[in-house]
């Protein structure tokens, strides 16, 4: 069993940043793609920053240039960097993890999701 908890959302103002950070733990044996997406009220999931197990990076349009996906292969930890956040950033937060577990299973996870409202 691999479960994801997160941590790092919050309340700020409109300009101001968060850095929301997500753990795997369980008997993992790789990971190939961790990633952040969110969901708004009325509105879908929609993938936020992704990054693959050699490091490459993906942005959805409305964050490149304003929020930084890295991670810590030895500690399973997936970070989301939020600079110059905007109302419309406000949303629920959700980590997903996929890769596999010691016994060769594939696992597709997600965390329980954190609340980041910006707002003055």
């Known amino acids: 069993q691999v479960q994801l908890v997160e941590s790092g959302g919050g309340l700020v103002q409109p300009g101001g940043s968060l850095r929301l950070s997500c753990t795997a733990s369980?008997?993992?044996?790789?990971?190939?793609?961790m990633a952040w997406y969110r969901q708004a009220p009325g509105a879908q999931r929609e993938l936020v920053a992704q990054?693959?197990?050699?490091?490459?990076?993906n942005y959805a349009d409305s964050v490149k240039g304003r929020f930084t996906i890295s991670k810590d292969n030895a500690k399973n930890t997936v970070y989301l960097q939020m600079n110059s956040l905007k109302p419309e950033d406000t949303a629920v937060y959700y980590c997903?993890?996929?890769?596999?577990?010691?016994?060769?299973?594939?696992?597709?996870?997600w965390g329980q999701g954190t609340q980041v409202t910006v707002s003055s």
């Open positions: 369980g008997r993992i044996l790789s990971i190939g793609t």
């Open positions: 990054i693959i197990s050699g490091g490459s990076t």
């Open positions: 997903n993890q996929v890769g596999r577990l010691a016994t060769l299973l594939p696992f597709n996870n």
